[in-house]
């Protein structure tokens, strides 16, 4: 089934199986969407178990719009390993002006059918310094702190309403 949104342009069910494919089984490292030809719906383009950053960075054409889903792996402090899935909006300078517009008025409807609460961060790229590997492992991070700060609020505000 096609899930149609706002920009007129659906979510096709394989883009939300493979996000959940990711998300649970932790086999695959990335997915690739991209709008099919037809500008009708958002298609699967390629997905990925490999953990190489520069493989993916390969995948992301120099002059069309994607979309990534990538999950970054990362040790935490006291020996811990956390995974964090970033959404990558990839829109180069170079691609056409109508694509961009596409992309852009799409990726909300794209969020709230992949359930944006499984999305730590989102990335915005327009060229390959943006979306460099330390650039994702720093909103990982970010996400994680906020995370654990706004856990330690909600228990500081669970007891105050008790008392």
Request: hydrophobic letters at 45%; proline letters at 2%; charged letters at 25%.
């Given at each position: 089934?096609?899930?149609?949104?706002?920009?007129?342009?659906?979510?096709?069910?394989?883009?939300v199986?493979?996000?959940?494919?990711?998300r649970?089984?932790?086999?695959?490292?990335?997915?690739i969407l991209?709008?099919?030809?037809?500008?009708?719906?958002?298609?699967?383009?390629?997905?990925?178990q490999?953990?190489?950053?520069?493989k993916f960075?390969?995948?992301?054409?120099?002059?069309e719009c994607k979309?990534?889903?990538?999950?970054?792996?990362?040790?935490?402090?006291?020996?811990?390993?956390?995974?964090?899935?970033?959404?990558?909006s990839?829109?180069?300078?170079?691609a056409?002006?109508?694509?961009k517009?596409?992309?852009?008025?799409?990726?909300e409807?794209l969020?709230?059918?992949l359930?944006s609460?499984a999305?730590?961060?989102?990335v915005?790229?327009?060229?390959y310094?943006?979306?460099?590997?330390?650039?994702?492992?720093f909103?990982?991070s970010?996400?994680s702190s906020?995370?654990?700060?706004t856990t330690?609020?909600i228990?500081?505000?669970?007891?105050?309403a008790k008392?």
């Open positions: 089934m096609l899930h149609t949104q706002s920009s007129g342009i659906g979510v096709s069910d394989e883009c199986a493979k996000f959940e494919e990711l649970l089984g932790k086999v695959l490292k990335y997915i991209e709008v099919a030809p037809n500008l009708q719906e958002i298609i699967v383009g390629k997905t990925s490999d953990a190489d950053y520069d960075l390969e995948d992301l054409p120099e002059n979309w990534a889903i990538y999950d970054f792996a990362f040790e935490v402090d006291g020996g811990g390993k956390r995974n964090k899935i970033v959404l990558i990839w829109v180069p300078d170079d056409k002006v109508k694509q517009m596409i992309y852009a008025s799409s990726k409807a969020k709230r059918k359930q609460g999305i730590a961060a989102e915005q790229g327009t060229d310094s943006e979306v460099a590997y330390e650039i994702g492992m909103w990982t970010i996400a906020l995370h654990a700060l330690e609020i228990a500081v505000l669970s007891k105050v008392a």
